[in-house]
């Protein structure tokens, strides 16, 4: 069972996080775009129970069929605070990951990686925790800035930290939508992170391990608050 600390507070989490950032590689490119199994993880929440539904949704990359899916209900356990979204999320991720018996090559996040205030978002977070290769793909710009992309599929543009640091890129999914905003979570290339989000994109501007694992986690939810 992979396993995540709770923090006690915000000032634990900064030092865990701290700690953490230490062991993200950014040194490897990753596996190779459309081959393998591709995991996508995403979250729900009513806040009124303080539930929290995570589910991973596994891919063949090659067909994007589903290979296997699960959910994970808990509670939350750790006040939202900007820059520390992972500790509300991570341990019921980590439970949805951890009921797999598939092990996945790469692991999609809805949200940020690198291109975090921190500099350590869910990607990289739940990248070095369980060691698998992962990147984020949130749905919404952050704290960086960037260039309008190209209207074409496949134009980028990069995200910039506020020293400038590339921390992203802004990318096309398809013709004329809004872009994704793709960033490396742990041992996976930018170049290759955004060749593995048009690869699971195809007819959408989600990758479609986020579009997946977002309806199975909104069901879990409904299913428990149903029951609960």
Same mark, same amino acid.
């Given at each position: 069972? +992979?396993?995540?600390?709770?923090? /006690?507070?915000?000032?634990? $989490?900064?030092?865990?996080?701290? !700690?953490?950032?230490?062991?993200?590689?950014?040194?490897?490119?990753?596996?190779?775009?459309?081959?393998?199994?591709? /995991?996508?993880?995403?979250?729900?929440?009513?806040?009124?129970?303080?539930?929290?539904? $995570? &589910?991973?949704?596994?891919?063949?990359? &090659?067909?994007? !069929?589903?290979? !296997?899916?699960?959910?994970?209900?808990?509670?939350?356990?750790?006040?939202?605070?900007?820059? #520390?979204? /992972?500790?509300?999320?991570? *341990?019921?991720?980590?439970?949805?990951?951890?009921? #797999?018996?598939?092990? *996945?090559?790469?692991?999609?996040?809805?949200?940020?990686?690198?291109?975090?205030?921190?500099?350590?978002?869910?990607?990289?977070?739940?990248?070095?925790?369980?060691?698998?290769?992962?990147?984020?793909? $949130?749905? %919404?710009?952050?704290?960086? +800035?960037?260039?309008? *992309?190209?209207?074409?599929?496949?134009?980028?543009?990069?995200?910039?930290? +506020?020293?400038?640091?590339?921390?992203?890129?802004?990318?096309?999914?398809?013709?004329?939508?809004?872009?994704?905003?793709?960033?490396?979570?742990?041992?996976?290339? #930018?170049? %290759?992170?955004?060749?593995?989000?048009?690869?699971?994109?195809?007819?959408?501007?989600? *990758?479609?391990?986020?579009?997946?694992?977002?309806?199975?986690?909104?069901?879990?939810?409904?299913?428990?608050?149903?029951?609960?």
């Amino acid at each position: 069972m +992979t396993t995540s600390k709770t923090p /006690a507070d915000e000032t634990e $989490a900064r030092a865990i996080q701290d !700690e953490l950032r230490r062991g993200v590689v950014l040194d490897e490119p990753g596996p190779p775009p459309g081959a393998g199994l591709v /995991a996508g993880v995403d979250v729900a929440y009513d806040d009124e129970r303080d539930l929290v539904a $995570a &589910a991973a949704v596994v891919l063949d990359a &090659a067909t994007l !069929e589903v290979v !296997e899916e699960r959910t994970a209900v808990g509670r939350v356990s750790f006040p939202y605070v900007p820059g #520390l979204l /992972a500790f509300r999320e991570l *341990p019921t991720v980590l439970a949805a990951l951890d009921a #797999l018996t598939v092990p *996945p090559d790469l692991v999609v996040c809805d949200g940020y990686g690198l291109a975090h205030p921190r500099g350590f978002g869910l990607a990289c977070h739940l990248g070095v925790v369980t060691g698998l290769p992962s990147i984020g793909v $949130a749905k %919404n710009p952050f704290t960086f +800035t960037y260039e309008e *992309p190209g209207a074409r599929r496949g134009d980028a543009a990069p995200l910039l930290a +506020t020293d400038g640091a590339v921390v992203g890129r802004a990318l096309r999914t398809q013709d004329g939508v809004k872009p994704v905003y793709v960033s490396v979570g742990h041992r996976v290339s #930018l170049d %290759n992170a955004c060749a593995h989000t048009l690869a699971l994109s195809p007819r959408y501007r989600l *990758p479609e391990t986020t579009r997946r694992a977002d309806s199975l986690c909104r069901r879990a939810l409904r299913e428990a608050t149903r029951t609960g």
